[in-house]
């Protein structure tokens, strides 16, 4: 015989979606009141500005990805792993970036990069967990709990809950605070209920059974009642969601790079036309202790050629004027190589912001190789905070003093 069809009565005894089987659910539909606003909600939400921040995890080398290679100091510390000056695609007469970073180079050339150089914050941690939680928080001095995103979420309110969505197997802490409730969706197409994968080909009618069940009387019985109606908008949820991914066309070839995949996972949700507002993903690793140069040419061309990828995306299905990147590192390295063919934590580093709307250039001053601090690491020019707060007000229209609890000066890329 072939394959048995699932009946109300089987699936109700198996248990496949049964109501309490909480876990069968985006996890965040399973914690959050929200879910009972799903369905109302989602197609209220038209395209809007969109920020996606890409996390460049490990301590990226700035001194190697924007090569200040006609500055003091960089050929003596970097005798070994320092990028020769006929391979540097150059900026200026004394910085440019790193050979494997040619169409992010066009796109500088176009006016479509700003470089924010030598951020960072005062009295630097270097320690990856307590680094990457101060960027997250935007909270130097002190360990906060609520990412500074999470902020920007509590300042507007959104009602949609896929106004912001983290792109990684797990919610990155920039994005979690109390009272927010964020999905992670590291793949789109996995962003749909689990159904009893004994009988693959009945799985619409397992859907169907369980949007019956789901869809019953509870009365008196409201923990039983809730989980029925996160359930029956799990459901609408995640149909839109496939329903707006399936109709994503596009002739853009992304390279084959976790980078790639995570931005074609947001082209495509941006393609939905979901609503939301923020994406955050994340790459790496950067902590190149050791064999740097291969290492970092490898993940630096994955970058670039992933974010024009995303760009070329964006420009096919009309959206390249919505949408603003931010990527960031938790601190760059030290000036003086070691000798391993690598570096060391360090300090200040630059961060990218790209877009067709962005005000391209360099800002900030670099930082002095030869005028160290006390621990012979660079000195920030530009706190990272200031970016915050430029794409919190330029780009999103929150007031930053909200998201990060007090007011920096604008650094002008938007």
Not at 25 to 52: E, H, N
Not at 376 to 398: A, K
Request: proline content about 5%; cysteine-free.
């Amino acid at each position: 015989m072939g394959e048995t069809v699932l009946t109300r009565r089987k699936f109700l005894q198996s248990g496949g979606l049964a109501l309490a089987g909480a876990a069968s659910l985006p996890l965040f539909l399973g914690r959050t009141a929200l879910a009972a606003q799903v369905a109302g909600t989602m197609s209220d939400y038209g395209p809007d500005t969109i920020l996606v921040v890409i996390q460049m995890s490990g301590g990226n080398d700035g001194l190697n990805t924007v090569v200040p290679y006609g500055l003091d100091g960089y050929r003596a510390a970097r005798g070994a792993i320092g990028i020769p000056e006929a391979n540097v695609l150059p900026l200026t007469e004394r910085v440019g970036l790193h050979p494997e970073m040619g169409k992010l180079f066009e796109r500088y050339q176009a006016g479509q990069v700003a470089i924010v150089q030598g951020a960072g914050y005062p009295n630097p941690n270097l320690s990856h967990f307590r680094s990457m939680d101060i960027w997250h928080t935007a909270v130097p001095d002190a360990y906060a709990q609520t990412g500074w995103l999470a902020g920007e979420l509590a300042a507007t309110q959104p009602t949609n809950p896929l106004y912001a969505v983290s792109v990684t197997d797990s919610l990155i802490p920039a994005l979690a605070g109390a009272g927010t409730s964020v999905p992670a969706i590291p793949n789109v197409q996995a962003y749909q209920l689990r159904t009893d994968t004994r009988y693959p080909a009945d799985r619409a009618a397992q859907i169907a059974v369980a949007d019956w069940s789901y869809r019953q009387d509870y009365s008196g019985r409201a923990g039983q009642g809730y989980i029925a109606a996160t359930g029956a908008n799990a459901l609408a949820s995640t149909q839109m969601v496939q329903d707006g991914v399936a109709a994503y066309r596009s002739t853009v070839e992304y390279p084959n790079f976790a980078l790639g995949a995570s931005l074609k996972s947001v082209a495509q949700m941006i393609a939905a036309g979901l609503g939301t507002r923020i994406f955050y993903t994340s790459f790496g690793s950067f902590d190149t202790h050791s064999a740097q140069p291969n290492a970092q040419a490898r993940l630096l061309g994955g970058f670039s050629n992933s974010v024009d990828a995303f760009l070329r995306d964006l420009e096919g299905m009309g959206q390249a004027n919505n949408v603003l990147l931010m990527s960031f590192s938790e601190f760059g390295r030290r000036v003086q190589e070691n000798g391993s063919q690598g570096t060391d934590h360090g300090t200040a580093g630059p961060m990218f912001v790209i877009g067709s709307r962005v005000t391209g250039g360099l800002y900030g001053e670099y930082p002095s190789l030869t005028k160290l601090d006390e621990n012979r690491n660079l000195r920030y020019q530009v706190d990272f905070r200031s970016v915050y707060g430029t794409v919190l007000e330029g780009w999103l229209g929150v007031d930053q003093s909200v998201a990060l609890g007090g007011r920096y000066d604008s650094v002008g890329f938007v």
